[in-house]
């Protein structure tokens, strides 16, 4: 079975450029995950939906991300306009969530550099 | 909330030496905890997992014990290879909507030939 799929694996941008990276989780999965991490903060949760709808977006660092989900199969995270403080690696996770005891699959991220 | 705390990094062994990485948790309730690994340039992957207390939870050699007297969880294997250096990453889910995982900070384990 495909896992969780990303893209792009790598992205170099210059500072100020939109920035849009794709994830498409496992089919059957119903919540989506975005995480961010970085040898400083480590491992941060984003935003998470559940059946499409965000449900928490606490995690988002401040209005230049954004993110989607229009159907149970992709979703978007968006940066507009991006910053070199934004480079980081990006991981998507999709689960089923039967509450509790199922855990979250992840992808293997996009790399993301900020010039 | 909830929080889980794991022993810092790294964790430098040579090889067929016993590893034993702690974590320790806080909630409410009776979560499910798990262990991920991530090795090099890759995502997090399940590695083992326990769904209520005194479960055993098993992979690739590796064990954890859900103890919920001493509310922890911690990862053990008898004999590490030099494939095993990772980071290693200690999680729960307390049930809530959408199966949200509280992680700790990680673990970086070092297997020397």
């Known amino acids: 079975d495909a896992g969780v799929i990303q893209s792009p694996r790598h992205e170099v941008t210059e500072m100020g450029q939109e920035v849009t990276l794709r994830c498409k989780p496992i089919?059957?999965?119903?919540?989506l995950f975005w995480y961010r991490q970085t040898m400083m903060r480590g491992l941060e949760l984003l935003i998470y939906?559940?059946?499409?709808?965000?449900?928490?977006d606490s995690g988002m660092p401040e209005d230049r991300f954004s993110a989607k989900m229009p159907n149970a199969s992709f979703s978007t995270l968006k940066i507009q306009p991006s910053e070199p403080r934004d480079s980081a690696v990006y991981f998507c996770?999709?689960?089923?969530?039967?509450?509790?005891?199922?855990?979250?699959?992840f992808g293997d991220g996009t790399r993301l550099s900020i010039l | 909330g909830d929080s889980v705390t794991q022993m810092e990094g790294p964790v430098t062994l040579s090889e067929e030496a016993f590893l034993t990485i702690n974590c320790t948790y806080t909630a409410t309730g009776y979560p499910s905890l798990f262990w991920y690994v991530q090795y090099p340039g890759e995502g997090l992957q399940l590695l083992l997992k326990a769904t209520k207390a005194d479960d055993k939870g098993s992979n690739k050699g590796f064990e954890a014990t859900y103890r919920k007297e001493t509310t922890s969880f911690h990862l053990e294997k008898g004999s590490v290879q030099v494939s095993d250096s990772a980071v290693y990453f200690c999680a729960l889910s307390d049930g809530g909507a959408g199966n949200m995982l509280t992680f700790g900070g990680g673990t970086r384990l070092m297997v020397k030939p």
């Open positions: 089919s059957g999965h119903n919540s």
């Open positions: 996770a999709s689960s089923f969530a039967t509450g509790g005891g199922q855990p979250q699959h």
């Open positions: 939906f559940n059946n499409n709808v965000p449900i928490d």
